[in-house]
């Protein structure tokens, strides 16, 4: 079954460190891998995604992730956290077998001044 | 001004009534979603159509109903078989399926009273 797991509820970060939040799937095709985020009562904006080609993939606001096929992870990073960061943060995984987008459980991200 | 728009932004139900959550996309996208979100669950997946007049049941479609009879415009039922329909309700669209992200609505919030 399609999946994606955000094992941390929570990260938090100190202003100016850099932050890694992660996120494993499970498909059984190619998976196609999103990142999104959403502010307090608003819809999801996305950030980036993972289609093919270099691991590393760079989205907006500074975000990058990595993917990693042998251990099916696509964990998002930015290597200077901005207070105005702190969000909640989603991977999504459309492996297009099913056209179901999935989504995790989401992370809320807190950065400290 | 191209989005997707979701209205209204709160409803308030009362027991034993059935309400309808609109979506509208003016993207020209072909694939349309529905997803509640609850407090610490993430973002779960009620119904998605691939094309008109056509979709297809998530992994929480009982108590909900939809349609797809325009492109632009996927409503949502939320029937008085939903035993807790509490929740934020967001719709997303898409342009094909698989490896493209989909936007976001701004949400609905839904409360029983």
């Given amino acids: ?113 | 001004d191209g989005g997707i728009t979701q209205s209204p932004k709160y409803l308030f139900r009362k027991e034993g009534q059935n309400v309808t959550l609109s979506c509208e996309q003016n993207l020209n996208h072909d694939a349309m979603y529905w997803y509640r979100q609850d407090p610490g669950q993430g973002l779960r997946l009620i119904y998605y159509s691939q094309i008109v007049n056509d979709f297809q049941k998530g992994d929480i479609a009982e108590g909900y109903s939809v349609s797809r009879e325009k492109k632009e415009s996927f409503p949502l039922t939320v029937t008085s078989a939903q035993k807790n329909p509490t929740a934020f309700y967001l719709c997303a669209s898409s342009i094909f399926w698989e490896n493209t992200e989909a936007f976001f609505g701004q949400g609905t919030r839904l409360t029983v009273v």
């Fill in chain 1, 1 to 113: 079954a399609q999946s994606v797991a955000q094992p941390e509820d929570q990260v938090n970060v100190a202003e100016g460190n850099p932050l890694t939040v992660k996120c494993t799937y499970s498909v059984s095709g190619n998976p196609y891998l999103f990142w999104y985020v959403q502010y307090p009562n608003r819809g999801l904006q996305f950030l980036l995604k993972y289609i093919t080609g270099d691991n590393l993939v760079k989205g907006s606001y500074g975000f990058e992730a990595e993917f990693n096929k042998s251990q099916t992870s696509f964990h998002l990073k930015k290597p200077s956290a901005l207070v105005s960061d702190s969000a909640l943060y989603f991977c999504a995984v459309n492996s297009g077998n099913t056209g179901k987008l999935i989504f995790g459980q989401g992370t809320t991200l807190q950065v400290k001044p």
